[in-house]
């Protein structure tokens, strides 16, 4: 690898740095929304739909920020976080507009929004092969998709078990945004470390 090639990969991974704390953010807030369900599977539907709905608005607006923030990704890249973020803020907006909706309505849109948002993240640490924490990304994109297809083969699956799946999923990529969030924050920092050097 030349010198100007070690230098792009030391910017990217220092840009990547610098926005850690949204990913540090969306995964704490995820993760206790996960929690919360598991503690409490026999709240009623309006609280879940709420949280559910909570979550999917935050993430929305993480991902349209992150597109906003990440100047080192492609212009395609950009636009497909831009889109995902405005369809999980939409999303989250019906959920909490129409409380009432029935768990198994909320369910599909979860679903389809979550095969949505596993195939982007998959593709993402497809295309970017030297991107910090591929592996994880690649590993929380299929298990979004996979996620969003038993929701949707099972809508009708019993609300205690349908809450299990859902807070279990939560609690996973709340716990996974976050290692890899404290992984791009290491990443940065050793990057502008040896900068200089480079």
């Known amino acids: ?7 792009d990969v030391a910017d990217v991974l220092a840009a990547a740095g610098r926005h850690w704390g949204w990913m540090l953010t969306f995964g704490a807030v995820t993760l ?3 929690v919360m369900v598991l503690a409490w599977p026999d709240s009623t539907l309006v609280v879940i739909a709420a949280l559910f709905g909570i979550q999917l608005v935050v993430a929305g607006i993480f991902r349209f920020v992150l ?10 890249t950009r636009v497909m976080f831009a889109l995902l973020g405005v369809l999980a803020f939409i999303v989250g907006l019906y959920a909490l507009r129409n409380i009432m909706v029935t768990i198994t309505a909320l369910a599909l ?15 993402t ?3 970017n092969r030297e991107a910090q924490g591929r592996g994880w990304a690649m590993v929380m994109g299929l298990l979004g998709i996979v996620a969003g297809v038993v929701v949707l083969v099972y809508p009708g699956m019993s609300l ?3 809450l299990l799946v859902l807070g279990i999923w ?17 990443a940065g920092r050793t990057t502008a470390r040896i900068a200089p050097a480079v």
Do not use: T
């Open 170 to 186: 939560l609690v996973v990529l709340g716990a996974m945004q976050i290692f890899v969030a404290f992984q791009i924050r290491s």
């Open 1 to 7: 690898m030349n010198q100007e090639s070690r230098a």
């Open 160 to 162: 205690q078990a349908l």
């Open 109 to 123: 849109l979860l679903g389809i929004y979550w095969i949505v948002n596993g195939a982007v993240e998959l593709f």
């Open 125 to 127: 640490a497809l295309a």
């Open 32 to 34: 206790v929304i996960g």
């Open 67 to 76: 597109a906003l923030a990440a100047d080192d990704q492609s212009g395609l």
